[in-house]
């Protein structure tokens, strides 16, 4: 096998959950007369939390806010986008996801999470995911979010793997410029899979085995 190990992103990748994003989001920016549209929302697919407000924060025309009252809004962002997570259930993820992370833990492949979220274990458990991953590599491990390295490189570093074994799959440009800036060979899936820096292209989840197994 090319790879000893798969790291996935998750949002985007094994689960979709920018609807609820968008909406806990739209929720902060209405109340504060910023412009906010889902186009825009697609900004902030594989960005942390703080940043994601940064870049929300650019239409924002009120009273300058201390890094205190940021603070206070990520956090209200959050318990909005977690009221709707508690909706998530196992038929959240499809099949094809299902079969194709069963053929490679069949096949002895270490498989892992690297996600910037925060939510990441929370969203596996809902989905009836957490107990497939080796390990879980998130928000509530790293210091910096993608296009850093640092939530693979943990998560390679959490199944034993060097960077050079393991393969990322990623949505996101952002995840792409990680996994690349960090040794590993990246495929990308939606818009990530006609990004320039992308090894491999994925039309469906699917085709992952053939990549891989």
Not at 26 to 43: C, H, Q, V, W
Not at 138 to 166: M, Q, W
């Amino acid at each position: 096998m090319k790879f000893k190990g798969i790291i996935f992103d998750l949002d985007g990748v094994l689960v979709h959950t920018d609807k609820l994003h968008y909406r806990a989001w739209k929720k902060i920016a209405d109340a504060r007369g910023i412009s906010f549209n889902e186009e825009m929302n697609n900004l902030l697919r594989g960005v942390s939390r703080m940043e994601s407000l940064e870049i929300i924060l650019r239409n924002y025309h009120g009273p300058a806010l201390s890094e205190d009252e940021k603070l206070a809004i990520a956090e209200e962002k959050n318990s909005y986008y977690k009221e709707e997570l508690k909706a998530m259930t196992p038929a959240d993820v499809t099949e094809e996801v299902r079969e194709a992370l069963s053929a490679l833990k069949a096949a002895g492949m270490k498989v892992a999470i690297g996600s910037s979220s925060k939510n990441t274990k929370f969203i596996l458990k809902q989905v009836g995911l957490y107990r497939l991953f080796d390990a879980v590599s998130d928000g509530t491990n790293i210091r910096k979010s993608k296009p850093d390295p640092e939530v693979f490189l943990k998560a390679a570093e959490y199944i034993s793997l060097a960077p050079s074994e393991c393969l990322v799959v990623e949505d996101a440009v952002a995840g792409i410029e990680a996994a690349k800036s960090g040794g590993m060979k990246a495929a990308g899936i939606g818009d990530a899979a006609s990004y320039e820096k992308t090894d491999y292209r994925l039309a469906t989840f699917a085709n992952l085995k053939d990549i891989v197994l």
